[in-house]
């Protein structure tokens, strides 16, 4: 409990936030300016604004709606939000830390799957090779999703225009990698 | 003294035309560039929509061992990556439970004394000063500059240019002999990393930029990120879907559009590379 | 030999339910000195106050003391009784067992031996206590009213009427402030100026009031009832008591491009201007920094051209000196302009306007002769849109606070467009609405169902233009925040209220307390409204808090009362609970060594130098001297002084030492 002269007793999912991240789910007011100026708002299932509102009702429901919400994945952390908001609500954070919670209680939604795969085939080239190795990332990606033929079509001008580079550039402390990846591993 | 360059991993691949056109404009104003030795990707957005602590060790190694180095100014090109590693310097110093835990992770010291600077304050700092009589080719057209995200944003974190309506690649293009459009999308979001997972967005907001940008008279655009270049340039197709039209204007790097000014060879700058062929 | 009267309130049940009074009573009477100790139901009433003068009376008290509530609400009603009895009010103090004792602990011993605790320390604070009187200034039955808006001209209107003398500063050419630009006013729709300008020649004809617009405060000294004020009144380049107002100048003037402060930017004045067809006084001034004589010692057209050689160039701006007993402070607010928004464009769209550039255009005396028309190419605008909240409710822009007055004259400017262009589409974004006054919600009602306004709620993330129009990205909150944009030829902000530039220099010319918005402070935000912390100084009006024009009436009314009340006696009555300096016999004449470090500690300003003479009239020594009538009592000189000269009268280091004692010692 800080003694932020602004801290109130949210419960909950909001509690939780607010407790790991410093975002005070009860500063907003729903004045509706991110979802206005959110570039993928209409592509998303539940608007910033209202996933707000969602996590200050308490209602575990609601907050069982927001982790398996598309929001959360399709956002994309532009901080655009940030920095209209009249509060300063840091909304990329909270989306940062509903995502995570997410994965971890296996509560993500099916329409993420690809975004979500995304992220782990990238996170995987880091590990293995310290850098993004483009090649090895993507066929990483193609064998989570299985969308073998998409942007096929892209990899002969890519290769013509000498931006797809075949042997990675591996990091020389593979070691130092691999141990970062471990120690924050959330397999504990 | 020597400026650290931080390629990360899309200026060693995909956008090596980016890397190319930073290292020939460094070069022809006689700047000291040292690439940071074995340094890591960062984490883009996968580390920080995943996993928090990563997200914060990966960028904090990166400058660990750019202090080590002796570096104490480093240039990051890629606008993502001057997003990350600014925002890890930012909250690693608001936090020193945080910045011990990080220490940790990596097994190195962190001190958080590196000057991080993003391609336009490098331009600014080291090229325009010396820009006086080096214009041997006015880049004489209309530009819509084109900011992006992470450049920007969050204002706290990096306190560079201003939000909205920023001017700084404005008056950077300015100099060189161009003259910069007002127009509407100078920092909405390109559609990240969303090129690969979910193309159809990308095209849709990508779409909007190359748009406003042609309907305003725009003969090029300028940006300072390889993930908008990316997704402005190479995903054109998508975009024309989107626009129902065919649009031909280049994406070019503010490098290369010094570059090509100040009087540079096309090849060095990269310029072939590109999926919209750059007429400029 | 002191003869304390001890008398302990129940308080009905509040202090007798967890106090035993009975036993304090007990107790207490067999201190030293205490001459009668009793305890009683009620002591504030008419049967508990005639106890206490009874025993006055009967028993030759020396000092009373009611042990029951908070000072802050009896101290006057007892002390009234004791001085009705014959008894110095100042040797009557009180305990407080209720908020300090009985409210605030459970029934126990120990509770009860707090009490007995309590009543003995002013028991014996009392015995150390002098007899006062209350302190007498005179009164200068002037008042001086600074701002000539409706606030400053409604109270200067109603001090007059009740037959004091008035100066109304405005630093404007004219009176009449926000309220003269105005075109309509809500809930009724009345014309502003319609009901403005009779009150404004009232003003100008009135003989109690003495009228000086293009003026300032320049300086000012003093204290309640007695402040010397200096004005400045600035060059107009113009002999009022020659120009007869005929306007030619204005028309003859080569300098036509100036924007128009009265038009918000939308019109231009020429550099000899009168600021509106209705202004009082209808005589022109002379705009010195922009005037071509000024700047570039060329033209003087207007003097060729003036009927009665009224144009004077070398005149000087002029200072007046005057004895005031009273200052109403009525200088307004402004609002926030476009260029504040960097969301909206940072004022380059001259289509996007404020609320107050679009009172302009729909007045019939505005830019556009009341049509609404876009200021960039004069069309009128088919689509509309408002936006409330335009900085207001905004913390990340450092306007946490709501300017109160926006929701009602959005929806009056909405219902205005919709009279005047028929078949427009008007929109309103809006967050909540405020509209608490008298007929005030009806009003906005009417917008909504008979004139069609659409209301949405949602703020505007951005707006920008494109191909003439401008693009305005909202979001529908009550329908799941979903996006809506709206090509709208114009937009109107309802952009916050503010204080005006120069307010926080005139409340430290005049030490009153502003807030960090720079709103003046009033002296408690509920029971004294119009009253600030410094005495003699009143509130009207929109610089103490956004606010609309009735309210801005009350609130001038209310400061008028204020005044007359003080002028109503010929000598002021002050609690004499303030600080003195300690005079002694000669050699010595006091113990201050005037270091005059009171001085730089004290708030108010009410610490002032005396030189002590010999009889030959030379200055032995320079001590301290506490002003009566500017000390409030806070204490903060004697913390500082060394050499424990000055102390306060009625808790003099004597008195507060007893009490400390008396709470260490158990008897």
Same mark, same amino acid.
């Given at each position: 409990?800080?003694?932020?002269?602004?801290?109130?007793?949210?419960?909950?999912?909001?509690?939780?936030?607010?407790?790991?991240?410093?975002?005070?789910?009860?500063?907003?007011?729903?004045?509706?300016?991110?979802?206005?100026?959110?570039?993928?708002?209409?592509?998303?299932?539940?608007?910033?604004?209202?996933?707000?509102?969602?996590?200050?009702?308490?209602?575990?429901?609601?907050?069982?709606?927001?982790?398996?919400?598309?929001?959360?994945?399709?956002?994309?952390?532009?901080?655009?939000?940030?920095?209209?908001?009249?509060?300063?609500?840091?909304?990329?954070?909270?989306?940062?830390?509903?995502?995570?919670?997410?994965?971890?209680?296996?509560?993500?939604?099916?329409?993420?799957?690809?975004?979500?795969?995304?992220?782990?085939?990238?996170?995987?080239?880091?590990?293995?090779?310290?850098?993004?190795?483009?090649?090895?990332?993507?066929?990483?990606?193609?064998?989570?999703?299985?969308?073998?033929?998409?942007?096929?079509?892209?990899?002969?001008?890519?290769?013509?225009?000498?931006?797809?580079?075949?042997?990675?550039?591996?990091?020389?402390?593979?070691?130092?990698?691999?141990?970062?990846?471990?120690?924050?591993?959330?397999?504990? | 003294?020597?400026?650290?360059?931080?390629?990360?991993?899309?200026?060693?691949?995909?956008?090596?035309?980016?890397?190319?056109?930073?290292?020939?404009?460094?070069?022809?104003?006689?700047?000291?560039?040292?690439?940071?030795?074995?340094?890591?990707?960062?984490?883009?957005?996968?580390?920080?929509?995943?996993?928090?602590?990563?997200?914060?060790?990966?960028?904090?190694?990166?400058?660990?061992?750019?202090?080590?180095?002796?570096?104490?100014?480093?240039?990051?090109?890629?606008?993502?990556?001057?997003?990350?590693?600014?925002?890890?310097?930012?909250?690693?110093?608001?936090?020193?439970?945080?910045?011990?835990?990080?220490?940790?992770?990596?097994?190195?010291?962190?001190?958080?004394?590196?000057?991080?600077?993003?391609?336009?304050?490098?331009?600014?700092?080291?090229?325009?000063?010396?820009?006086?009589?080096?214009?041997?080719?006015?880049?004489?057209?209309?530009?819509?500059?084109?900011?992006?995200?992470?450049?920007?944003?969050?204002?706290?974190?990096?306190?560079?240019?201003?939000?909205?309506?920023?001017?700084?690649?404005?008056?950077?293009?300015?100099?060189?002999?161009?003259?910069?459009?007002?127009?509407?999308?100078?920092?909405?979001?390109?559609?990240?990393?969303?090129?690969?997972?979910?193309?159809?967005?990308?095209?849709?907001?990508?779409?909007?930029?190359?748009?406003?940008?042609?309907?305003?008279?725009?003969?090029?655009?300028?940006?300072?990120?390889?993930?908008?270049?990316?997704?402005?340039?190479?995903?054109?197709?998508?975009?024309?879907?989107?626009?129902?039209?065919?649009?031909?204007?280049?994406?070019?790097?503010?490098?290369?559009?010094?570059?090509?000014?100040?009087?540079?060879?096309?090849?060095?700058?990269?310029?072939?590379?590109?999926?919209?062929?750059?007429?400029? | 030999?002191?003869?304390?009267?001890?008398?302990?309130?129940?308080?009905?049940?509040?202090?007798?339910?967890?106090?035993?009074?009975?036993?304090?009573?007990?107790?207490?009477?067999?201190?030293?000195?205490?001459?009668?100790?009793?305890?009683?139901?009620?002591?504030?009433?008419?049967?508990?106050?005639?106890?206490?003068?009874?025993?006055?009376?009967?028993?030759?008290?020396?000092?009373?003391?009611?042990?029951?509530?908070?000072?802050?609400?009896?101290?006057?009603?007892?002390?009234?009784?004791?001085?009705?009895?014959?008894?110095?009010?100042?040797?009557?103090?009180?305990?407080?067992?209720?908020?300090?004792?009985?409210?605030?602990?459970?029934?126990?011993?120990?509770?009860?031996?707090?009490?007995?605790?309590?009543?003995?320390?002013?028991?014996?604070?009392?015995?150390?206590?002098?007899?006062?009187?209350?302190?007498?200034?005179?009164?200068?039955?002037?008042?001086?009213?600074?701002?000539?808006?409706?606030?400053?001209?409604?109270?200067?209107?109603?001090?007059?009427?009740?037959?004091?003398?008035?100066?109304?500063?405005?630093?404007?050419?004219?009176?009449?402030?926000?309220?003269?630009?105005?075109?309509?006013?809500?809930?009724?729709?009345?014309?502003?100026?319609?009901?403005?300008?009779?009150?404004?020649?009232?003003?100008?004809?009135?003989?109690?009031?003495?009228?000086?617009?293009?003026?300032?405060?320049?300086?000012?000294?003093?204290?309640?009832?007695?402040?010397?004020?200096?004005?400045?009144?600035?060059?107009?380049?113009?002999?009022?008591?020659?120009?007869?107002?005929?306007?030619?100048?204005?028309?003859?003037?080569?300098?036509?491009?100036?924007?128009?402060?009265?038009?918000?930017?939308?019109?231009?004045?020429?550099?000899?201007?009168?600021?509106?067809?209705?202004?009082?006084?209808?005589?022109?001034?002379?705009?010195?920094?922009?005037?071509?004589?000024?700047?570039?010692?060329?033209?003087?057209?207007?003097?060729?051209?003036?009927?009665?050689?009224?144009?004077?160039?070398?005149?000087?701006?002029?200072?007046?000196?005057?004895?005031?007993?009273?200052?109403?402070?009525?200088?307004?607010?402004?609002?926030?302009?476009?260029?504040?928004?960097?969301?909206?464009?940072?004022?380059?769209?001259?289509?996007?306007?404020?609320?107050?550039?679009?009172?302009?255009?729909?007045?019939?005396?505005?830019?556009? =002769?009341?049509?609404?028309?876009?200021?960039?190419?004069?069309?009128?605008?088919?689509?509309?849109?408002?936006?409330?909240?335009?900085?207001?409710?905004?913390?990340?822009?450092?306007?946490?606070?709501?300017?109160?007055?926006?929701?009602?004259?959005?929806?009056?400017?909405?219902?205005?467009?919709?009279?005047?262009?028929?078949?427009?589409?008007?929109?309103?974004?809006?967050?909540?609405?405020?509209?608490?006054?008298?007929?005030?919600?009806?009003?906005?009602?009417?917008?909504?169902?008979?004139?069609?306004?659409?209301?949405?709620?949602?703020?505007?993330?951005?707006?920008?233009?494109?191909?003439?129009?401008?693009?305005?990205?909202?979001?529908?909150?009550?329908?799941?925040?979903?996006?809506?944009?709206?090509?709208?030829?114009?937009?109107?902000?309802?952009?916050?209220?503010?204080?005006?530039?120069?307010?926080?220099?005139?409340?430290?010319?005049?030490?009153?307390?502003?807030?960090?918005?720079?709103?003046?402070?009033?002296?408690?935000?509920? =029971?004294?409204?119009?009253?600030?912390?410094?005495?003699?100084?009143?509130?009207?009006?929109?610089?103490?808090?956004?606010?609309?024009?009735?309210?801005?009436?009350?609130?001038?009314?209310?400061?008028?009362?204020?005044?007359?009340?003080?002028?109503?006696?010929?000598?002021?009555?002050?609690?004499?609970?303030?600080?003195?300096?300690?005079?002694?016999?000669?050699?010595?004449?006091?113990?201050?060594?005037?270091?005059?470090?009171?001085?730089?500690?004290?708030?108010?300003?009410?610490?002032?130098?005396?030189?002590?003479?010999?009889?030959?009239?030379?200055?032995?020594?320079?001590?301290?001297?506490?002003?009566?009538?500017?000390?409030?009592?806070?204490?903060?000189?004697?913390?500082?002084?060394?050499?424990?000269?000055?102390?306060?009268?009625?808790?003099?280091?004597?008195?507060?030492?007893?009490?400390?004692?008396? =709470?260490?010692?158990?008897?």
């Amino acid at each position: 409990m800080s003694s932020d002269p602004h801290h109130s007793v949210i419960s909950g999912l909001g509690g939780e936030i607010q407790e790991h991240t410093e975002v005070k789910v009860s500063h907003c007011y729903q004045c509706g300016k991110c979802s206005a100026g959110c570039p993928l708002s209409d592509e998303m299932d539940y608007p910033p604004s209202l996933i707000m509102r969602m996590l200050q009702t308490g209602n575990p429901e609601l907050e069982e709606k927001v982790l398996r919400s598309f929001s959360i994945w399709v956002c994309l952390t532009c901080e655009m939000c940030y920095a209209r908001c009249p509060m300063s609500i840091d909304i990329p954070k909270m989306m940062d830390y509903l995502r995570e919670k997410a994965i971890k209680e296996k509560k993500t939604n099916p329409k993420a799957k690809q975004i979500i795969s995304f992220h782990k085939s990238f996170l995987d080239s880091v590990r293995y090779t310290g850098k993004m190795y483009e090649v090895g990332f993507y066929a990483d990606y193609k064998t989570r999703t299985l969308k073998i033929l998409d942007d096929m079509m892209l990899v002969p001008p890519m290769m013509k225009r000498g931006k797809l580079r075949i042997i990675p550039e591996m990091i020389k402390d593979r070691s130092g990698i691999a141990s970062i990846f471990r120690k924050t591993s959330k397999k504990k | 003294m020597t400026l650290g360059f931080y390629p990360g991993c899309s200026l060693k691949g995909s956008s090596r035309e980016y890397a190319e056109s930073v290292l020939a404009v460094a070069k022809a104003f006689d700047i000291q560039i040292q690439e940071i030795k074995d340094w890591n990707c960062c984490g883009a957005t996968a580390a920080h929509s995943l996993n928090r602590e990563l997200s914060l060790a990966l960028p904090a190694r990166v400058l660990s061992l750019a202090e080590k180095q002796g570096l104490t100014e480093i240039v990051v090109p890629c606008a993502a990556c001057y997003g990350r590693l600014s925002s890890t310097q930012y909250e690693l110093a608001k936090n020193p439970e945080l910045k011990a835990r990080v220490a940790e992770i990596n097994g190195i010291e962190y001190n958080g004394t590196t000057t991080i600077l993003n391609v336009i304050q490098m331009l600014d700092k080291y090229v325009t000063p010396k820009l006086e009589g080096r214009v041997v080719k006015p880049f004489e057209h209309k530009v819509a500059c084109y900011y992006g995200c992470y450049l920007v944003r969050p204002h706290e974190v990096l306190n560079f240019d201003r939000v909205e309506e920023p001017q700084s690649m404005d008056s950077l293009m300015t100099k060189v002999g161009a003259t910069p459009i007002d127009w509407a999308f100078k920092t909405e979001c390109c559609g990240a990393s969303l090129s690969i997972s979910r193309t159809s967005s990308v095209g849709k907001l990508s779409g909007k930029i190359v748009g406003d940008a042609f309907d305003r008279g725009a003969e090029a655009i300028i940006v300072a990120c390889p993930m908008c270049q990316s997704n402005l340039d190479m995903r054109r197709k998508e975009i024309n879907e989107y626009l129902g039209k065919k649009i031909d204007i280049p994406v070019l790097y503010v490098t290369q559009a010094l570059g090509l000014a100040i009087g540079l060879d096309r090849k060095s700058l990269g310029l072939q590379r590109h999926f919209v062929k750059v007429t400029v | 030999m002191a003869k304390i009267g001890v008398f302990i309130c129940h308080c009905g049940e509040n202090i007798s339910a967890t106090v035993d009074c009975a036993k304090v009573a007990e107790v207490v009477g067999k201190y030293d000195g205490v001459a009668i100790s009793v305890d009683y139901k009620y002591m504030c009433s008419d049967p508990g106050q005639t106890l206490i003068k009874k025993a006055i009376v009967e028993k030759g008290l020396t000092g009373v003391v009611v042990a029951s509530c908070s000072p802050r609400m009896h101290e006057p009603t007892f002390r009234k009784a004791c001085a009705e009895a014959g008894l110095n009010p100042y040797m009557c103090e009180m305990a407080n067992l209720r908020e300090h004792c009985s409210w605030v602990h459970e029934k126990s011993e120990a509770t009860t031996q707090k009490a007995i605790d309590l009543v003995r320390t002013i028991v014996e604070k009392v015995k150390h206590n002098q007899s006062l009187n209350a302190i007498k200034v005179p009164v200068t039955k002037t008042a001086l009213v600074i701002g000539g808006g409706i606030a400053g001209i409604q109270a200067s209107l109603d001090i007059a009427n009740s037959g004091h003398k008035v100066i109304l500063i405005e630093k404007d050419p004219s009176i009449g402030g926000h309220m003269s630009q105005l075109s309509e006013t809500f809930p009724t729709l009345d014309c502003s100026q319609c009901i403005l300008t009779p009150r404004m020649v009232e003003v100008a004809q009135h003989p109690n009031i003495a009228l000086y617009t293009y003026a300032e405060l320049e300086s000012i000294d003093g204290f309640i009832g007695n402040f010397k004020v200096k004005i400045r009144k600035k060059a107009k380049s113009v002999d009022e008591k020659i120009c007869t107002g005929c306007g030619l100048c204005t028309t003859k003037c080569p300098n036509k491009k100036i924007p128009s402060e009265f038009n918000e930017g939308l019109g231009n004045r020429t550099a000899i201007y009168v600021p509106f067809p209705q202004a009082v006084p209808n005589k022109p001034v002379i705009d010195k920094t922009l005037c071509t004589y000024y700047t570039k010692g060329k033209c003087k057209i207007c003097e060729k051209f003036c009927p009665t050689h009224a144009i004077k160039f070398d005149q000087e701006d002029e200072i007046i000196e005057v004895p005031v007993g009273a200052i109403v402070l009525a200088t307004g607010f402004t609002v926030k302009k476009t260029n504040f928004f960097p969301e909206y464009g940072y004022g380059k769209h001259p289509d996007i306007v404020t609320g107050l550039q679009f009172e302009r255009l729909a007045s019939a005396s505005g830019p556009t =002769l009341g049509e609404i028309r876009r200021p960039s190419d004069g069309k009128i605008p088919e689509t509309i849109v408002f936006v409330a909240c335009a900085g207001s409710r905004d913390e990340a822009k450092g306007i946490p606070y709501c300017s109160k007055i926006c929701c009602m004259y959005t929806a009056k400017h909405a219902m205005l467009y919709q009279h005047k262009v028929h078949g427009g589409k008007s929109y309103v974004f809006y967050m909540d609405i405020r509209a608490g006054g008298k007929n005030y919600d009806e009003f906005v009602r009417r917008a909504i169902e008979e004139d069609g306004v659409n209301y949405i709620r949602g703020r505007v993330s951005r707006v920008y233009e494109k191909n003439g129009k401008l693009i305005v990205k909202g979001a529908d909150t009550l329908l799941g925040a979903t996006p809506v944009e709206i090509e709208a030829d114009m937009v109107v902000l309802a952009t916050a209220g503010v204080a005006n530039e120069g307010a926080e220099e005139l409340a430290q010319k005049l030490h009153v307390s502003y807030d960090p918005y720079h709103f003046f402070a009033e002296a408690h935000p509920k =029971l004294k409204p119009v009253e600030t912390n410094t005495a003699g100084i009143f509130l009207a009006g929109a610089c103490q808090a956004p606010r609309d024009i009735p309210e801005s009436v009350a609130m001038a009314s209310g400061a008028a009362a204020k005044v007359a009340g003080l002028f109503s006696q010929d000598e002021l009555t002050r609690e004499p609970l303030i600080a003195v300096v300690n005079r002694q016999a000669p050699p010595v004449f006091s113990s201050c060594v005037g270091c005059f470090l009171c001085m730089s500690a004290c708030p108010y300003h009410a610490i002032e130098k005396e030189e002590i003479k010999n009889r030959q009239g030379e200055v032995i020594k320079t001590v301290a001297k506490v002003n009566p009538g500017l000390c409030q009592g806070c204490g903060t000189c004697v913390a500082f002084c060394r050499t424990k000269s000055i102390d306060i009268q009625g808790y003099t280091h004597e008195e507060v030492y007893s009490e400390v004692m008396a =709470l260490l010692n158990d008897y």
